[in-house]
């Protein structure tokens, strides 16, 4: 169950080394080792990490159009921080436009799979950036899965859904933004968040019996929250 596990962990890693990183740096430039100046002009790093976690993932995984923007969008803005690029994002914007636009197109000439398609009903995969996503799931073998909320909120019902295998896994990053699960009353919560600046939150009734349903939520909430309730 790890292996399949360590594609939607990735973002935890990624982020977790920039912000070592980030607090190495501003070590050594407080003993005067290095000259970095503000420190926080780098935060643009963290959205690279995001965005990378999600284009490393295997081919056919949704999510890798969102991480390439993602990548794209926290390299310029890094190299504004750094005065290395003189233009802003705000002066350019009609290259989003575009590149939404080539985005479409080639999904729409894109050769298309063949074979019957996979059922990805098991488990969920939601995105959210400078806006909100809700997704319902009905699945009567739920797996699991991964959610992504960054200055923006994501919705996750499962009060349709059955855990067959007695255990999934959901992987969470709240980024300035919040996720809220919504579980049976029958599952019973397992928390292994790591909440920086932010909060994990278990709002779910606390009486289930031992040995039903088990649903892990784990990941990172920074500067952000997550929530589960029934």
Not at 69 to 91: A, C, D, H, Q, R
Request: hydrophobic letters at 45%; charged letters at 15%; a positive charge.
């Amino acid at each position: 169950m790890e292996n399949g596990m360590t594609s939607r962990n990735a973002s935890r890693l990624f982020v977790g080394l920039v912000i070592i990183a980030l607090g190495a740096i501003a070590l050594l430039d407080n003993f005067g080792v290095v000259r970095i100046g503000n420190v926080w002009r780098l935060w643009p790093l963290i959205l690279m990490a995001v965005g990378l976690s999600k284009i490393l993932r295997p081919r056919g995984s949704p999510g890798r159009g969102a991480g390439t923007i993602l990548t794209v969008v926290g390299f310029w803005l890094l190299l504004e921080n750094l005065g290395v690029w003189p233009y802003s994002l705000g002066e350019l914007w009609p290259l989003i436009v575009v590149a939404i636009g080539v985005f479409l197109v080639w999904g729409a000439l894109g050769n298309r799979p063949k074979g019957p398609l996979p059922d990805d009903s098991s488990r969920v995969s939601t995105f959210s950036m400078l806006g909100g996503t809700e997704h319902r799931c009905k699945s009567q073998d739920f797996q699991g899965g991964d959610a992504t909320a960054i200055l923006g909120g994501c919705k996750i019902d499962l009060r349709q859904a059955a855990i067959k295998s007695g255990e999934a896994l959901l992987d969470v990053f709240a980024m300035w933004g919040g996720i809220e699960i919504i579980v049976p009353r029958n599952w019973s919560i397992v928390l292994k968040g790591a909440p920086i600046l932010g909060g994990f939150e278990d709002k779910t009734d606390s009486s289930q019996e031992a040995g039903g349903p088990r649903l892990i939520v784990r990941g990172t909430a920074l500067m952000g929250g997550v929530e589960i309730k029934n």
